[in-house]
């Protein structure tokens, strides 16, 4: 166990719908990272968090955006879904902060499915 | 040019036999290192770390880096067939704990 926990665990949309992700952070974490898994590739950054300011981004587009919360859990929203938007989401939780070669530990991940 | 690279596999080893995983990585600049463990519809796992050129062993795994050749790779002894998995190398790239993945390579440890 992690102490980083996502929901849901499973989701299916349809294409153009909007789906919101969420993710509760280990405690004394302070900052949130998302990734893209789809079938039978590596984990994609998307962005991280770090006290409630976005913190670096990966090469997705703007319909995938993001929150932090003053406890710093996070949300991950994307709009207009597309097919290809079916993956494992994974969040990860760390004390990194502005700090590089902090371990990332990830949670259990939702499985979004788009029809 | 993929960032980070590994032999897809599957790799297929023999119960008790060392296993090894090879990764290498395109920026230079990189500093730090990861190895995870993905079991089939689960999330990945950290097993190994390593900042420094040499060798980092840990129980039955042992991580070498070695940043001239901008080469990591993973050992397992003693291979089990728990051991059965998805193996993910991982770069921390310009970002604090933006990790650039590999595509993973799939061991089988065999009876």
């Known amino acids: 166990e992690t102490g980083v926990t996502q929901s849901p665990t499973h989701l299916i949309k349809t294409r153009g719908q909007q789906v919101t992700l969420r993710c509760s952070s280990q405690s004394g974490h302070n900052t949130v990272s998302w990734y893209q898994q789809a079938l039978g590739q590596g984990p994609q950054f998307i962005f991280q968090y770090y006290r409630e300011e976005e913190n670096g981004r990966g090469n997705f587009p703007p319909r995938f955006s993001g929150l932090q919360f003053p406890n710093y859990s996070s949300e991950l929203n994307v709009n207009a879904l597309e097919l290809d938007d079916s993956a494992l989401y994974l969040c990860?939780?760390?004390?990194?902060?502005?700090?590089?070669?902090?371990?990332?530990?990830f949670g259990s991940g939702t499985q979004l499915s788009v029809l | 040019q993929k960032e980070v690279e590994q032999n897809s596999g599957p790799l297929s080893v023999p119960e008790g036999a060392i296993a090894s995983l090879n990764c290498t990585y395109s920026?230079?600049?990189?500093?730090?290192f990861f190895w995870y463990r993905q079991y089939s519809g689960k999330s990945p796992e950290l097993i190994m770390f390593i900042y420094s050129n040499g060798d980092k062993e840990d129980g039955r795994f042992t991580a070498q880096l070695n940043k001239a050749s901008q080469y990591v790779s993973l050992l397992i002894r003693d291979s089990q067939p728990s051991d059965s998995a998805t193996y993910l190398c991982a770069v921390e790239g310009g970002t604090a704990s933006k990790l650039t993945f590999g595509t993973g390579t799939r061991l089988q440890v065999t009876l």
């Open positions: 990860a939780s760390s004390s990194a902060g502005m700090r590089g070669g902090e371990k990332l530990f």
């Open positions: 920026d230079r600049g990189s500093q730090s």
